[in-house]
């Protein structure tokens, strides 16, 4: 395990990445590699970050999931300094919350499908706790997933948006084809720290024979860890779960949809003392639900209840536009929030598309899931699936502007953003 540290620099360069054999994608990443560099480091230890932009366009870098100045955060909507063609800028901040957050660049994509979240621009940004690691194990994997080679494969219909479809899915660096296999021994407790780097496209992952003790979500410790046959990951969550190794032979990590596990979607388990090809066999069922790791108990009262309606229209050049309460970014007034309030945001999806809801620099507790009131579970994205609704809330407590948008990138670049803005404190 690599010791944390208070210094880092990235530079923002192309870069070619050698998913397997004679499949070479070229893209732009930091310091030569896809996925970034893991930035590791200790909580309340300020930290110091030097980016340099050597690619050919303007670009950001976001420091998702970590409750920090409007400055800082990444977001050129919140008034965050943009790093021009050869600039360099320096990022400094108290790193928190703990737990597994990641970086990727906050740039606009619209018809250009090599940039922004399709390419290799991501990283996972690990805090570590300052009592210690969360729960027990032996060995530590971190895994993002990527989609490669876009391209638009469906125009959209009134009940779905554009679609874009991808040649390649990799776990980090490599499709399952050309993975080394990660060796394990019986009896091994596996911390997986799971990440959904894709642009656009949700993921459930499944290890055959297994299953995952989900201990966080989003960086964030669940009320109620349990144990599930399969992990879903929307667009920018992530899931940290143990897995005991239990069951020896060589197994396939991967995506549950066999078109992802076809394109490259995993890792070979291989046990020791164990060869030959890794196996895949699906779970009894997806029982994958945010409600399983939260208490059954309402939240708590909130201040003000901000209802929040996601639709679609028809936009510019035949694309979608996203709207929030009929209003499109940046055609869309900010939400006005006053310091130390709660605010319950009331999502009503009427959309036939699943929506990665994020909101910048703070987190917000799951209250009610299509009316079933639920509290303790605390995210920086959630999934608010086709014509469902969710509740959230989130506590004023970090002034300055928030950026809340939905992770997906096509939904994200047309419209389906909102700032949130502090009040002036009397």
């Keep these: 395990m690599k010791a944390p540290s208070n210094h880092f620099e990235l530079r923002i360069a192309p870069v070619k990445v050698e998913l397997a054999p004679g499949v070479v994608i070229d893209t732009v990443g930091y310091n030569g590699q896809v996925p970034g560099p893991i930035l590791r480091v200790k909580e309340g230890m300020p930290v110091d970050i030097h980016v340099m932009n050597h690619s050919d366009v303007p670009e950001l870098v976001h420091w998702h999931g970590l409750h920090i100045d409007a400055i800082n955060d990444g977001s050129s909507e919140e008034g ?24 990727h660049t906050h740039t606009m994509a619209h018809d250009d499908l090599r940039r922004a979240g399709y390419s290799g621009q991501y990283g996972f940004f690990y805090i570590e706790p300052k009592s210690g690691e969360a729960g027990a194990y032996d060995h530590e994997v971190f895994l993002a997933v990527h989609h490669w080679e876009p391209s638009i494969t469906h125009a959209g ?3 779905t948006g554009h ?3 991808y040649r390649f899915a990799s776990f980090n660096d490599k499709l399952a084809s050309a993975h080394e296999p990660l060796h394990v021994k019986q009896g091994q407790r596996v911390l997986f720290h799971f ?5 656009t496209r949700d993921v459930q992952i499944a290890l055959p024979n297994h299953q995952f003790r989900v201990i966080a979500l989003d960086g964030n410790p669940v009320p109620s860890p349990q144990l599930v046959n399969v ?17 020896p032979g060589v197994w396939m990590l991967g995506a549950m949809d066999d ?19 890794a196996m895949w066999t699906p779970p009894g069922k997806n029982d994958w639900s945010y409600a399983l790791f939260a208490h059954a108990a309402p939240a708590a009262a909130f201040t003000q209840r901000v209802p929040m309606v996601f639709e679609k229209t028809a936009g510019k050049n035949g694309m979608d536009l996203w709207t929030i309460n009929g209003g499109a970014y940046p055609e ?13 945001l009331a999502f009503f999806n009427t959309t036939g598309e699943a929506h990665p809801m994020h909101l910048h620099r703070h987190s917000f ?17 959630v999934n608010v699936d086709a014509y469902s609704r969710i509740d959230v809330d989130f506590v004023a407590e970090n002034p300055g502007p928030s950026l809340f948008h939905c992770h997906q990138q096509m939904h994200m670049d047309f419209g389906f953003m909102q700032l949130i803005e502090y009040l002036p404190e009397s």
């Design 332 to 344: 869309i007034a900010p939400l006005k929030v006053t310091k130390g309030d709660r605010y319950r």
């Design 365 to 381: 507790e799951l209250a009610a899931i299509n009316g079933k009131p639920m509290s303790g579970v605390f995210k920086d994205v």
């Design 231 to 247: 992990i879903s990951l929307a667009v920018a969550e992530r899931v940290d779960a143990v897995v005991e190794m239990n069951s």
């Design 195 to 199: 990440l959904n780097a894709s642009a």
């Design 259 to 277: 078109e992802d596990r076809s394109k490259g979607l995993g890792l070979p388990i291989e046990y020791a003392g164990q060869k030959g090809s």
């Design 163 to 165: 679609e874009v479809g």
């Design 80 to 103: 965050s300094p943009v790093i021009a063609p050869g600039g360099e800028l320096r990022y400094s901040f108290m790193p928190a919350p703990s737990g597994s957050r990641w970086y």
């Design 157 to 159: 219909t009134p009940l």
